[in-house]
């Protein structure tokens, strides 16, 4: 399958070589021209996403030079569980789809993973090592660093805004050693993303340095997170019969394209909420269909203060027209205060830890009517450990929160960064020789 970009469908490449590139040559997004179809209907036996991978994923890389590897690929990736626990009991049909389960502690585990075993395969005719780039707000940055670590032939560069993520995150994206750097842009999330996107488009730059990004503007990046979405819609039809619903705590919109893709293969999923904090783009933008990005708002919920979120582009690809995606998706925006609440809330009564992100999920599911929480099967996706914002949900539920033994492993390794202005000259002088 080729894929194409978001700006001009006639920019058509392999998959790999879109894996390699990140960005589209124009500045778009890759995305597939077509999503394949009918493949739900092969979907089949075992849910466990190393079984379900190689079967669910074999159209997007028909003809590849990565087809006859994928079975590989999702045996090294997806060595740790994406388990979908029941919440509560009574009338409403709830599940929590818990993503954090791997060295990380964060959904981004599953993509960075996935798209560094991709890279690994993909043949190169240039024997100098490639540069990963990476703008995040918080998990992103951690979880390419951990599938990159050490990994011949690659170096990582990390941006994060100084002073914008949790001090548990920035840990963690600044325990690395040897083929990763960790720069503190003063500025924040979008200006990270922009100094990515502009050192992307810079054509010697990105030449000298053999440069990609492993942000969620890499396709390489979303497709596994479809398998997700596949898995639990797949395990609830089977035991219960029925389509699930997903609340998906949403700032970039990589986690919820995956989700919408999953749902255009024909995979038994019904409602697509959105959950965001208060940056509020998308939900305005599905209210009276006019796009305004803007400066992103610093909130609790860090990993989701996007202003102008890239994913959106792939959107607007699918849903050429405003009606048709305000059909398909519904966005709320979650303030601080109910989160805060959320998180209190959902401890109180279900004994459930919720971080910021994944709280504010289900501040959005508890806003909904009581007939539609009762008409489907719901599933609150869980991006985050809650240990991971201890200084945030501790004094919320009133005890103590034991971070992960993988995570803690990071956590106890020396810290280095370096703060850099938000200026692509400033990020230049700071990136590896080539």
Not at 294 to 323: C, K, Q, W
Request: proline residues 8%; hydrophobic residues 45%; charged residues 20%.
């Amino acid at each position: 399958m080729n894929v194409c970009s978001t700006r001009d469908e006639r920019l058509q490449v392999p998959l790999s070589r879109a894996l390699v590139e990140g960005i589209a040559p124009d500045g778009g997004l890759y995305v597939p021209r077509r999503l394949p179809a009918r493949v739900a209907k092969a979907m089949t036996g075992p849910t466990a996403l190393p079984q379900l991978v190689p079967g669910l994923l074999a159209p997007f890389f028909k003809g590849d030079a990565l087809a006859t590897e994928l079975q590989a690929i999702a045996a090294e990736a997806f060595d740790f569980a994406a388990p979908l626990r029941p919440v509560g009991g009574g009338a409403e049909r709830l599940s929590v789809l818990e993503l954090y389960h791997g060295p990380t502690a964060a959904f981004k585990d599953f993509g960075a993973r996935f798209l560094a075993s991709c890279l690994a395969r993909i043949p190169r005719p240039d024997a100098r090592p490639m540069t990963i780039l990476v703008a995040t707000s918080g998990d992103t940055g951690g979880a390419v660093a951990a599938a990159f670590h050490r990994k011949p032939g690659f170096r990582v560069v990390l941006l994060y805004p100084e002073g914008k993520v949790s001090p548990m995150q920035e840990r963690q994206l600044t325990c690395w050693d040897g083929n990763v750097r960790s720069f503190a842009v003063r500025g924040s999330f979008d200006d990270c993303q922009r100094l990515a996107k502009e050192a992307l488009r810079d054509v010697p730059l990105h030449e000298s340095l053999c440069m990609t990004s492993a942000n969620s503007i890499n396709i390489g990046r979303l497709l596994p997170q479809i398998a997700c979405f596949a898995s639990s819609s797949l395990r609830i039809r089977e035991v219960e019969g029925c389509t699930a619903s997903y609340v998906i705590p949403s700032g970039n919109l990589g986690q919820a394209v995956a989700c919408v893709w999953a749902r255009e293969l024909g995979l038994p999923i019904g409602e697509i909420l959105l959950a965001h904090n208060a940056n509020r783009a998308v939900p305005d933008f599905l209210a009276d269909g006019r796009w305004r990005p803007r400066p992103s708002i610093a909130t609790i919920a860090s990993a989701m203060d996007v202003g102008d979120p890239s994913n959106f582009e792939r959107l607007r690809f699918l849903y050429r027209d405003h009606a048709t995606m305000a059909a398909r998706l519904r966005a709320v925006s979650i303030g601080d205060d109910l989160i805060r609440r959320s998180i209190q809330t959902e401890y109180q009564q279900s004994g459930l830890a919720l971080c910021p992100h994944s709280a504010t999920a289900a501040q959005a599911y508890r806003m909904l009517p009581e007939r539609e929480r009762r008409e489907s099967h719901w599933v609150l996706v869980a991006t985050a450990h809650p240990a991971k914002f201890q200084e945030i949900v501790e004094p919320l539920i009133g005890r103590a929160l034991v971070p992960p033994p993988a995570l803690a492993r990071l956590l106890a390794r020396p810290a280095r960064r370096v703060a850099i202005d938000a200026s692509l000259d400033a990020m230049r002088e700071r990136l590896p020789a080539a």
